[in-house]
């Protein structure tokens, strides 16, 4: 999977607004696109709320809430901690079914999804080294936030009995 985004941010006062698109380029699958609008506020836990919408191929409302703050260990590195809730409300049960029984056995689902979806849990670590460069170790929990969520996650699972997921990272960026 390639992923695109381009946005734009500005902020005003205390209030940071996000806008933004962005292209998955999927191995096998119809590829998706989305626009995003965000809006965070620079206090304690800095508070997020995004509502990403797809319409190419999966059409749906994914809303969130999220909080982070950062912790400067020093003037090279500073640790980031972050949780995050979501809602997603489909508009194709083709594309985002509610996942059940005759949807894992038959391949017949009944209805859109419609629910809380996945929480997060975040730990990422960015070191600046040199004049340009960062590396960032990364590190991510998904769980489901309903039942329905935990069935649509086992349902979409490689091995079709996960609906929680430890992954992580590193990236290296170059900024001047």
Known sequence: MKKTIMSLCAATGNFGLSAGYIYYSLDGLDD???????????????????????FAHYPSWYLTAS????????????????????YLLSDDK??????????????????????????????????????YFTVTP???????LSSDASDEMEWRSVDDDKDNFVYGGLSLSFTF
């Not at 990364?138 to 489901?144: D, R, S």
Request: glycine share 8%.
């Open 32 to 54: 998706s696109q989305e626009v995003f609008m965000g809006v965070s506020y620079n206090t304690l836990l800095t508070p997020t709320l995004k509502i990403y919408r797809e």
């Open 67 to 86: 909080v982070s703050h950062a912790f400067t260990l020093n003037e090279q590195a500073t640790l980031n901690l972050g949780g995050q809730i979501s």
């Open 138 to 144: 990364q590190l991510y929990w998904v769980f489901p």
């Open 94 to 131: 083709g594309a985002y079914p509610q996942a059940d029984y005759n949807c894992k056995e038959y391949g017949v689902c009944d209805d859109e999804f419609s629910n809380f979806h996945d929480g997060a849990i975040s730990a990422t670590l960015p070191y600046k080294f040199g004049k």
